[in-house]
Protein backbone atom coordinates (compact mmCIF):
# COMPACT_ATOMS: atom_id res chain seq x y z
CA UNK A 1 0.00 0.00 0.00
CA UNK A 2 1.59 3.04 -1.19
CA UNK A 3 1.53 5.81 1.25
CA UNK A 4 1.99 9.14 0.55
CA UNK A 5 2.87 12.47 3.31
CA UNK A 6 3.34 15.97 2.13
CA UNK A 7 4.74 18.72 3.99
CA UNK A 8 6.15 22.51 3.15
CA UNK A 9 2.91 24.42 2.96
CA UNK A 10 2.40 27.53 4.74
CA UNK A 11 1.58 31.33 4.78
CA UNK A 12 3.77 33.26 2.35
CA UNK A 13 3.28 37.39 0.52
CA UNK A 14 2.52 36.85 -3.52
CA UNK A 15 6.02 37.05 -4.97
CA UNK A 16 7.33 34.46 -1.84
CA UNK A 17 8.49 30.92 -2.26
CA UNK A 18 7.71 27.30 -0.86
CA UNK A 19 9.12 24.09 -1.37
CA UNK A 20 6.42 21.25 -1.05
CA UNK A 21 7.73 17.41 -0.58
CA UNK A 22 5.93 14.35 -0.83
CA UNK A 23 7.74 11.29 1.09
CA UNK A 24 6.47 7.95 -0.50
CA UNK A 25 6.82 4.59 1.34
CA UNK A 26 5.31 1.53 0.63
CA UNK A 27 6.19 1.65 -3.32
CA UNK A 28 6.78 4.82 -5.88
CA UNK A 29 4.52 5.27 -9.27
CA UNK A 30 5.53 5.45 -12.53
CA UNK A 31 4.22 9.31 -12.32
CA UNK A 32 3.83 11.27 -9.18
CA UNK A 33 2.29 14.25 -9.60
CA UNK A 34 0.93 17.53 -7.72
CA UNK A 35 -2.63 18.85 -7.60
CA UNK A 36 -4.21 21.58 -6.46
CA UNK A 37 -8.06 21.93 -4.80
CA UNK A 38 -9.18 25.79 -4.10
CA UNK A 39 -12.14 26.36 -1.90
CA UNK A 40 -14.99 25.96 -4.24
CA UNK A 41 -13.03 24.71 -7.50
CA UNK A 42 -12.24 21.34 -8.68
CA UNK A 43 -9.21 19.43 -7.77
CA UNK A 44 -6.48 20.74 -10.96
CA UNK A 45 -3.45 19.45 -12.31
CA UNK A 46 -0.25 21.19 -11.34
CA UNK A 47 3.10 19.45 -12.49
CA UNK A 48 4.00 15.31 -12.96
CA UNK A 49 7.04 13.63 -12.83
CA UNK A 50 8.10 10.27 -14.53
CA UNK A 51 9.82 8.41 -12.00
CA UNK A 52 12.15 6.85 -14.40
CA UNK A 53 13.44 8.73 -16.87
CA UNK A 54 12.68 12.61 -15.01
CA UNK A 55 10.30 13.75 -17.86
CA UNK A 56 8.25 16.71 -16.28
CA UNK A 57 4.95 18.11 -17.26
CA UNK A 58 3.27 21.63 -16.02
CA UNK A 59 -0.12 23.57 -16.13
CA UNK A 60 0.26 26.32 -17.89
CA UNK A 61 -0.79 28.85 -15.09
CA UNK A 62 2.28 27.56 -13.10
CA UNK A 63 4.85 27.38 -16.37
CA UNK A 64 8.00 29.50 -15.31
CA UNK A 65 7.03 29.33 -11.93
CA UNK A 66 7.03 26.27 -10.28
CA UNK A 67 9.37 23.39 -10.92
CA UNK A 68 8.98 19.68 -9.58
CA UNK A 69 12.24 17.34 -9.21
CA UNK A 70 12.67 13.95 -7.42
CA UNK A 71 15.36 12.46 -5.14
CA UNK A 72 14.89 8.68 -5.91
CA UNK A 73 17.11 7.54 -2.97
CA UNK A 74 14.32 9.19 -0.69
CA UNK A 75 11.58 8.36 -2.83
CA UNK A 76 10.68 11.98 -2.29
CA UNK A 77 9.10 14.54 -5.16
CA UNK A 78 9.44 17.96 -4.50
CA UNK A 79 7.62 21.05 -5.80
CA UNK A 80 9.56 24.44 -6.19
CA UNK A 81 7.79 27.16 -5.98
CA UNK A 82 8.51 30.75 -6.91
CA UNK A 83 6.92 33.75 -7.69
CA UNK A 84 3.66 32.39 -5.62
CA UNK A 85 0.38 34.48 -6.69
CA UNK A 86 -2.85 34.78 -4.86
CA UNK A 87 -4.47 32.65 -6.94
CA UNK A 88 -2.40 29.70 -6.07
CA UNK A 89 -3.82 29.45 -2.58
CA UNK A 90 -5.05 25.92 -2.29
CA UNK A 91 -4.80 23.03 -0.67
CA UNK A 92 -1.77 20.64 -2.78
CA UNK A 93 -1.73 16.81 -2.99
CA UNK A 94 0.73 14.58 -4.03
CA UNK A 95 -0.35 11.85 -5.93
CA UNK A 96 1.16 8.55 -7.44
CA UNK A 97 0.05 6.04 -10.76
CA UNK A 98 1.17 3.19 -10.41
CA UNK A 99 0.45 2.00 -13.87
CA UNK A 100 -0.62 5.97 -15.16
CA UNK A 101 0.14 6.08 -19.08
CA UNK A 102 1.32 9.39 -20.65
CA UNK A 103 -1.85 10.24 -21.67
CA UNK A 104 -3.50 10.33 -18.22
CA UNK A 105 0.04 12.05 -16.18
CA UNK A 106 -2.24 15.10 -16.09
CA UNK A 107 -5.48 13.63 -14.85
CA UNK A 108 -6.71 13.19 -11.12
CA UNK A 109 -8.30 10.17 -12.37
CA UNK A 110 -5.17 8.44 -13.52
CA UNK A 111 -3.95 8.23 -9.71
CA UNK A 112 -4.57 6.08 -7.43
CA UNK A 113 -2.84 7.19 -4.51
CA UNK A 114 -3.29 10.58 -2.57
CA UNK A 115 -1.82 12.32 -0.02
CA UNK A 116 -3.61 14.17 2.82
CA UNK A 117 -2.96 17.59 1.58
CA UNK A 118 -0.80 20.92 2.73
CA UNK A 119 -2.57 24.42 2.59
CA UNK A 120 -0.76 27.20 0.51
CA UNK A 121 -1.82 30.52 1.10
CA UNK A 122 -0.73 33.30 -0.49
CA UNK A 123 -1.59 36.90 0.83
CA UNK A 124 -1.63 40.02 -1.66
Known amino acids: QVQLVESGGGLVQAGGSLRLSCVASGGIGRYMAWFRQAPGKEREFVSA????????YYADSVKGRFAISKDSAKNTVYLQMDSLKPEDTAVYYC???????????????????WGQGTQVTVSS
Open 95 to 113: AAGLGTILSMATNSRGYGH
Open 49 to 56: IRWNGGHT
